[in-house]
């Protein structure tokens, strides 16, 4: 099983960007679905964003058009790409392989340790 390492977190301005990295100790191509998760202090893990081998992305109405999930499979590596950070955005962000089940993603893999992103003046 191919296991995933977030990191690139951080403290960061409100408007400001950061970008995500996951890295992948195989083929990030052999994984068929992909995705970000978050989760704020006292609130449940959520998906912000999913990405399909194929290049079909979804992402959660509270960061759309702001966040970027994407692939380079030539470095195994899957990125998150956030802009016009908002404190409500500060939460330990988590990637994972998922399953699609209808059209609802769900998590597949172990989780990791996260990296953690804080948006504060």
């Known amino acids: 099983q191919v296991q995933l390492v977030e990191s690139g977190g951080g403290l960061v301005q409100p408007g400001g960007s950061l970008r995500l990295s996951c890295a992948a100790s195989?083929?990030?191509?052999?994984?068929?679905?992909a995705g970000w998760y978050r989760q704020a202090n006292g609130k449940q893990r959520e998906l912000v964003a999913a990405?399909?081998?194929?290049?079909?992305?979804r992402y959660a109405e509270a960061v759309r058009g702001r966040f970027t999930i994407s692939r380079d499979n030539a470095n195994n590596t899957l990125y998150l790409q956030m802009n016009s950070l908002k404190p409500e955005d500060t939460a330990v962000y988590y990637c994972?392989?998922?399953?699609?089940?209808?059209?609802?993603?769900?998590?597949?893999?172990?989780w990791g340790q996260g990296t953690r992103v804080t948006v504060s003046s």
């Open positions: 994972n392989s998922l399953s699609q089940i209808n059209s609802d993603y769900q998590p597949l893999g172990p």
């Open positions: 195989g083929s990030i191509d052999s994984i068929t679905y």
């Open positions: 990405n399909t081998r194929s290049g079909i992305v």
